[in-house]
């Protein structure tokens, strides 16, 4: 991501490359963690992949997905509209690294559902989980696995700066509270994929109409 970052513009092929690279590390981690699980003997249920309330499930993955997809269209709205000087690094960091064309789109869609599915399962699975077997002799565990868990979370996004690392400590501790309000990881999976996919079609069309803009 630094070298990556460090340069004035990204071809599609250092796009793709991106996507590419972060699905197959995003994956095998998946499997390590997956393997170790298997030997450790830790249940579905302690991972948050068994279905306890189906009703619950479905109405909070609606309900978390719907609020996170808007808060990022609105959040986009309201950057783009501001002067380029204005707009963070955050931003910039994401103008770089966002789809440009369909193929880019395509490998960018994969690339959500796999951070979706892989750093949930990481993070408010596993991380969680034994941070909570850690912290069951204390008081309120599920509150320190939470925090904790969500702490691991930030850490792996320190390529955003300061300002990236507040946001997915928040994002994390909202999952991981829905994660054990709701006995699952599906919400927080649904939700986390629809989130970067929201913001990918977002700026992808705020890409487009920059170039059209300046194109006339």
């Known amino acids: 991501m630094r070298r990556l970052l460090a340069k004035p513009e990204l071809t599609s092929r250092d796009r793709i490359s991106l996507y590419a690279s972060t699905i197959l590390l995003q ?8 393997v170790v699980c298997a030997r450790r003997s830790v249940g579905p249920d302690e991972l948050g992949l068994a279905a306890v309330d189906p009703w619950r499930i479905a ?4 309900a978390l997905t719907g609020i996170f997809c808007m808060n990022q ?7 783009t509209s501001l002067p380029p000087a204005k707009r963070g690094s955050l931003f910039a960091i ?3 690294i966002m789809p440009r064309n369909r193929i880019e789109s395509l490998a960018y869609a994969a690339l959500a559902c796999t951070a979706g599915v892989s ?4 993070y408010r699975g596993f991380v969680f989980m034994a941070f909570l077997r850690m912290a069951v ?3 309120s565990p599920n509150g320190i696995a939470a925090v904790l868990s969500s702490v691991w979370f930030s850490l792996a996004h320190l390529y955003q700066g300061r300002r990236g690392i507040i946001t997915t400590f928040v994002v994390g501790m909202v999952f991981a509270l829905v994660r054990i309000w709701a006995a699952s990881l599906i919400p ?4 986390h994929a629809g ?10 069309k705020f890409l487009r109409k920059t170039t059209e803009q300046n194109a006339i």
């Not at 994956?27 to 997956?34: G, R, Y």
């Not at 109405?59 to 609606?62: G, M, P």
């Not at 269209?73 to 950057?79: A, L, P, Q």
Request: charged share 15%.
């Open 27 to 34: 994956w095998l981690i998946l499997a390590v963690v997956a």
């Open 59 to 62: 109405w909070v993955t609606v």
């Open 73 to 79: 269209v609105f959040g986009i709205r309201k950057i």
């Open 94 to 96: 994401s103008e770089k």
């Open 119 to 122: 750093e949930e399962f990481i």
């Open 137 to 139: 002799n204390y008081g």
């Open 188 to 191: 927080a999976v649904v939700a």
């Open 195 to 204: 989130m970067d996919l929201t913001i990918g079609i977002c700026a992808s």
